[in-house]
């Protein structure tokens, strides 16, 4: 079936860095999502790319969708502690209206 | 956030006892998700809904039951819980007609011992 990677599993930065998580899924994807989840809480809709090669930002999050729309990246430049948590990407399931998650990325910040 | 509640929030419960979880919205959505989320796996959908008395598998099916008798509520049955099953238990809802972003509930942990 259709499955979406997520690398790295966990991710410790200092404070100020750079952070970067990659998806990929094991088919093209009409969209890919990507979702935030508080340490505690619960997933949070981040954003939607729809279009091959699509970039968006939000503030420091930079969102790539891949040319083949089978790869995504979220970038986070200079990390502050409020972006701790659990990214996932998702994307989804061909011809239901459903989705697949990635495993997440959980970041860790040293202040 | 959307009006998506869940009940109970928290439920510690022995081998063997049925358990029903309890997912409520307020936003009259036709799509409802069941997803659970274990460490290292993410979040994996156990059944989903596309009407009332409308449901589907998803890929952890095994020891899970649903029913949606009327739009606002869609229940999750553990026929006989096991160990296996302790979990987070994600509701989750359309954000809107025509797309497939979703908004979660807050969760509910059940412990299974």
């Known amino acids: 079936g259709q499955q979406v990677m997520q690398i790295p599993q966990y991710q410790h930065v200092q404070e100020g860095e750079d952070f970067t998580t990659y998806c990929n899924s094991s088919t093209t994807l009409s969209n890919i999502q990507w979702y935030k989840q508080r340490p505690g809480g619960h997933p949070v809709f981040l954003i939607q790319?729809?279009?091959?090669?699509e970039v968006k930002k939000q503030k420091r999050l930079t969102f790539q969708f891949g040319e083949a729309k089978k790869n995504s990246s979220l970038h986070i430049t200079a990390t502050q502690t409020t972006d701790v948590g659990t990214y996932f990407c998702?994307?989804?399931?061909?011809?239901?209206?459903?989705?697949?998650f990635g495993q997440g990325t959980r970041l860790t910040i040293n202040p | 956030d959307a009006g998506i509640t869940q009940s109970p929030r928290h439920k510690v419960t022995e081998t063997g006892t049925p358990v029903t979880l309890r997912c409520h919205q307020t936003?009259?959505?036709?799509?409802m998700y069941w997803y659970r989320q274990d460490p290292g796996h993410g979040l994996r959908l156990i059944h989903y809904s596309y009407g009332v008395k409308d449901t589907d598998k998803g890929e952890v099916s095994d020891g899970y039951s649903v029913s949606r008798s009327k739009t606002e509520d869609f229940l999750l049955t553990l026929e006989s819980a096991t160990s296996s099953q302790t979990s987070v238990y994600f509701c989750a809802i359309n954000r809107a007609a025509g797309t497939d972003t979703q908004y979660f509930g807050p969760g509910t942990r059940l412990t299974v011992l």
């Open positions: 936003e009259n959505h036709r799509y």
């Open positions: 998702a994307g989804p399931n061909q011809g239901a209206q459903k989705l697949v």
């Open positions: 790319l729809v279009k091959s090669g």
